[in-house]
């Protein structure tokens, strides 16, 4: 888990020093707080108040980009009772977590001016590396699957100065169901800056 936390952090710092002699990219570092849906609902009911995005945006025209988000948000629930897993029930106090890792391509449609406030649709799909570990007493269960994901956003980007903008986004995260685990899906909101 440490290595591939590092490798999250590296690969926007290899794609900045790749992408500076290329020309037009702007670079975002937002704080996420991610809802929980459906089976990632089930499995851990609480709001991720802990989560990192970044992004690398490839300008193409004045309307359009394409780049790479890296994301890690985690969910966590302390319940008394039985928790399940496929094919386990477990009785006592299961503490629940889900480390979400997304690695995506992205492509982002802008409405408005280049130097004004603008709102931009866009999505992406890659690969999200989930991790659910169940803890009760001295007993752990761990799964860890990379998921086929999807995710259509919305956001605006406000001008703070010449190359700094304040960005707020609203995402939402679905992995298709791998083996024998099930689909996960989350609502992220993030606010951030952006800059070139």
């Given at each position: 888990m440490?290595?591939?936390?590092l490798?999250?952090?590296a690969?926007?710092?290899l794609f900045?020093?790749v992408?500076?002699a290329q020309g037009?990219w702007w670079?975002?570092?937002e704080?996420?707080?991610?809802v929980?849906?459906g089976?990632?609902?089930?499995?851990?009911?609480?709001?991720?108040w802990?989560?990192?995005?970044?992004e690398?945006r490839k300008?193409l025209s004045?309307?359009?980009t394409?780049?790479?988000?890296f994301?890690?948000?985690?969910?966590n629930?302390?319940t008394?009772?039985?928790?399940?897993?496929?094919?386990i029930?477990?009785?006592g106090v299961p503490?629940?977590?889900l480390?979400?890792?997304?690695?995506?391509?992205?492509?982002?449609?802008?409405?408005g001016?280049?130097?004004g406030?603008?709102?931009?649709?866009g999505?992406?799909?890659?690969?999200?590396i989930?991790?659910?570990?169940l803890d009760?007493?001295?007993y752990r269960i761990q799964?860890?699957?990379?998921?086929?994901?999807?995710f259509?956003?919305?956001g605006v980007?406000?001008?703070?100065?010449?190359?700094l903008?304040?960005?707020?986004?609203?995402?939402?995260?679905?992995s298709?169901?791998?083996g024998d685990?099930?689909?996960?899906?989350?609502?992220?909101?993030?606010v951030?800056?952006?800059?070139?």
């Amino acid at each position: 888990m440490k290595r591939l936390a590092l490798a999250l952090i590296a690969m926007p710092l290899l794609f900045a020093t790749v992408a500076e002699a290329q020309g037009d990219w702007w670079w975002g570092a937002e704080y996420t707080v991610s809802v929980p849906l459906g089976a990632t609902k089930e499995f851990t009911d609480n709001t991720s108040w802990r989560g990192a995005t970044l992004e690398a945006r490839k300008i193409l025209s004045q309307n359009l980009t394409v780049g790479l988000l890296f994301g890690w948000y985690t969910f966590n629930e302390i319940t008394v009772g039985t928790a399940s897993i496929p094919g386990i029930d477990v009785t006592g106090v299961p503490y629940t977590y889900l480390n979400s890792f997304p690695i995506q391509a992205t492509a982002h449609y802008y409405l408005g001016k280049r130097r004004g406030t603008r709102l931009h649709l866009g999505g992406g799909a890659g690969v999200t590396i989930n991790e659910r570990r169940l803890d009760v007493g001295l007993y752990r269960i761990q799964r860890t699957k990379a998921q086929f994901s999807v995710f259509p956003e919305i956001g605006v980007s406000i001008p703070l100065n010449w190359s700094l903008r304040g960005v707020l986004a609203v995402r939402y995260n679905y992995s298709l169901k791998s083996g024998d685990m099930p689909a996960q899906e989350y609502v992220g909101i993030s606010v951030g800056l952006a800059w070139n």
